[in-house]
C-alpha cells in the first residue's frame, strides 16, 4: 500500500492559528473548503507517494539530512499569489532567507528524487479555488497586510492519513 510524505518547516501554534483565519475566509467567501485541510507551514520537500514498507529507508534518508545550522528566523509578510488559471495559489509570502534556502539545498541532498522549484510561502488558498473566486480572493488579499515572524528550529517528515501526521522531528543546531 502507497504512502503520502513531505517535509516541512511548522511555526509556531499562535500563527498557525493566524493563518487559519485567512483559510476560514477562503472557505466561507471564496468557496474554497481545501484551504482548510493543512495547517499552516513552508514546505521543503514536496508530497511523494512511496510504499509504507519503504517508510524506514524514508526515516533513514530524513535522518541524515545535515541539519548542523543554527536555527533561524522566517518572517513572513503580505500576501502573494501564482496565477495560474487552472490551479491558483494564494499564500503569505516569506522573505528571502538565505538560512532557509540552504536548509533547502541540504534537504534536496539527500531527498534529489523530484526536480521542483523552491518558492517558500505558507499556502491560505488553493486546489479547489476556481479562477473567478481566485480573482475575487486576490482582489481582496493583494494589499492585505500580515507580518510576523518565527524562529525555525526544526524540521518534520509527515505522512498522509485522513490528514497529515508527523512521523519524525529532527531539530537544527550545531553539533
Not at 501564482?82 to 494564494?90: G, L, R, S
Not at 503569505?92 to 523530484?114: A, C, G, H, M
Amino acid at each position: 500500500m502507497k504512502k503520502m510524505y513531505f517535509i516541512a518547516i511548522y511555526p509556531p501554534q499562535k500563527i498557525i492559528e493566524e493563518i487559519k483565519i485567512f483559510k476560514q475566509d477562503f472557505a466561507l467567501n471564496f468557496d474554497n473548503s481545501k484551504a482548510l485541510k493543512n495547517e499552516a507551514h513552508i514546505t521543503l520537500f514536496p508530497p511523494f507517494s512511496r510504499e509504507v514498507a519503504s517508510e524506514n529507508d524514508i526515516l533513514e534518508a530524513f535522518q541524515k539530512i545535515n541539519t548542523a545550522v543554527s536555527p533561524f528566523e522566517i518572517e513572513l509578510n503580505g500576501f502573494g499569489s501564482f496565477a495560474h488559471p487552472k490551479n491558483p495559489v494564494v499564500f503569505v509570502k516569506s522573505e528571502t532567507n538565505e538560512q532557509l534556502n540552504d536548509l533547502y539545498l541540504r534537504v534536496k541532498e539527500i531527498f534529489n528524487f523530484i526536480n521542483y522549484s523552491f518558492h517558500p510561502h505558507v499556502t491560505v488558498g488553493y486546489r479547489n479555488l476556481t479562477w473567478e473566486n481566485y480573482l475575487k480572493a486576490w482582489e481582496k488579499y493583494q494589499e492585505k497586510e500580515y507580518k510576523t515572524k518565527f524562529l525555525v528550529d526544526k524540521i518534520t517528515l509527515l505522512r498522509h492519513e485522513e490528514n497529515w501526521i508527523t512521523i519524525a522531528e529532527k531539530k537544527l543546531g550545531l553539533l
